[in-house]
């Protein structure tokens, strides 16, 4: 399998201080890889290692199937990013802080125009950055890491400071590039609403650690849950269930089946009205992706 | 790819007043000595039978003070603009060796003192010349002057660099540019290894050749180590 | 108007910023051990030549350049993120957050000078001086030197608070201090010029008849002259400064 982006046993220490532990971050191409965690997981100092601005104290990063130690340049030439606050050169105009990067990047200057055009800055192309606001300096920062036409755009909380319609359009944004030029997207945040109505694939950490590490539709298993059933005479209905082997739990007077396909309810139910207990609702609890995150990144295991 | 640096670099110190510096220093030098002969011409024209080897050692008496000061100004500008909002980080990903974005703001750097060098000379030349210092004109001397220093003055160059560009706080490079020219004003009484001694083109040798040599040699030498400093580092 | 001088402080002593001061025995020291004069030749005090060649350099050059990077050290945590903005978003006002500043910088160039002194004094005992330490000299020098130095502590504040580098404030600070090194030469523009002042009044080979070695008339109209221009000119920018 081809990944774009392999950390193995990625590690980085300031001092006595873990940010980073053993790290195995896996990436494929076209992907939008969600990295979620809760604030001062070590988001951004992963991201920081994957753009080579700070030296992993252990292990190897792989980006396009090179070893950043050794190919850092080529394959920067291949990476967009915009890394926590934006970057940019207040005393200059919008276009020209994008023409300082240009002349490094050599891209021809009609892709300044293109990339204005795309994060909506055109109109206010030549005024200088001091006056911007943070909404503005976050879309030129995203005009910047778009300029190199980049197969793999790394964004730390790109919505950061956005208003509610500047988050929709970045969110469009990003959800276009990998249908429409096969980018690969990685994208870090501290919501999980955001990663959910974007990523493909979720990475979650917390401390340093990745806990978890999979598709969304996956993650999104966790969300429905069990099944309750609130009957009459519920223990000893369900006393009768596991009399029939049917796995379930008792709480409170309820009745909670942890097998819950349309089969193994349908057996429940069919098993209890056979027996004569009076059935009143049959629920489904779901448990939004939040409590998942919450309970992820607090417990600190898989669930 | 350290053509590109370089044109970025220069397109970054746009508006903010580098090059008016560097324009500033050398004409500041000479006004004071515009100053200086403009209220005791006759008392200085006759402290001497050579009026222009006498002009030129008032100005180099300014020169090393306003060049180490000039270093520690324009290093440190350098540096607060990729400080300010932390553009090292947006630099620093782009597909360049951190080796060559340090060697771009040393040239940069070193462009700018040269046209200050070379200014001073024009300036030294023309203001002799309005003097009526005599039609033996020492362009050789003037060249010396105008050149030497900043040679010689290379290695405070590496040193102020190495200090502002891994530096979050601007007040220790500009410290160090203070204690710099304490330094360079008691340059008389130094020792010659020094490197602050060197732009006042004294030696006990009484050869500022040796001091040239020594600035480029020492200067690369400090300038090889801030660099790998640079690049050994994390980006913040 | 305490309470806020005291947060001045608690800022200050946290920053990394005391090593600015010491620099200022480091430089006494090295100019007590390079000291010009030779006193052979002389049948006076040992103190006097000692603190003569001393205090040249460092009333013409270090403290008044000096002081500006402590100006801009004590706001520098001010421009970084926005510090100004949640400093006067506090209930004070923006004219006491500008004397507290100023009064921190004052108390910390009065440190400086005590300090120098302590320099010039401790240079004097390895170098074995038996002479009796000239306490009046001193006191005279050092008090002078500091009240000469409050018109410019004013203007580095000003110009400290305009510009967010470093470098701006203190380019200023050199091409308004360079010029000194000539024009203590000529006793006509030096007394005019407040960058001079420091040296003047710590001269110790000045006007032995006047209290702080320059004429009343003098330390009134030029040192406090450009102390209320330079003064007055911050504190009313900072009344306006948009943050």
Redesign the interface.
Known sequence: MEYVVQTTNLSKRFGKESAVIGLDMKIRKGEIYGFLGPNGAGKTTTIRMLLGLMKASSGTIQIFEKDLNKEKINILKRVGSLVENPSYYPHLTAYENLEALRKILGVPKTRIHEVLEIVRLTEVANKKVKGFSLGMKQRLGIAASLLNSPELLILDEPTNGLDPSGIIEIRNLIKQLPAETGMTILISSHLLTEIDQMATTVGIVTKGKMIYQDSIESLRMYAQQKVLLKVSDSEQAWRSLLGNGIKADWEDGIILLSEHSDGKVAKAIHTLVHEGYSIYRVEEEKRSLEDIFLQMTTREKVI | MIGKLLRADFLKIKRKGLWFLSFLGPFGVIALQMVNYGVRKDYLLNQSDDDWGYFLEYVHSFTPLALVLGIAILTSFMASIENETNAWKQLISLPVSKMSVYLSKFMVLGSLLFVSSLLLGVFSLGYGILLNLGDQIPYLELLKYSFYPYLAALPILALQLWIASVSQNQGIPITTGVLGVIFAYSAFILPDWMIWKWPSLMNEWDEPLINVMLGIGVGTLLYIVGMLDFTRRDVK | MVSILQSEWFKFRHS??M??IL?VP??GI??GF?S?FSNEDFEINEWYLSLLSMNL?YAL??LP??TG?LA??IC?YEHQAGGWKQLLALPVTRGRVFIAKYVLLIVLVLVMQVLFFVAVYIVGMIKGFTDPFPMVIVWKSLVGGWVATLPLIALQLWMSILF?????P??IN??LT??T??VVN?ERFSSFYPWAQPFLMMYIGGETGDTFYVPWVQLLTVVGGSFILFFVGGYLYFQRKAV
Request: charged share 10%; no cysteine.
């Open positions: 990394k910023i090593f600015i620099t480091i430089i090295f100019l390079t010009r350099t050059l270090f350049l000096i990077v801009s050290a520098r967010k580098s470093f470098a701006a203190f380019a050199v091409i360079l010029p090194i000539l000529s």
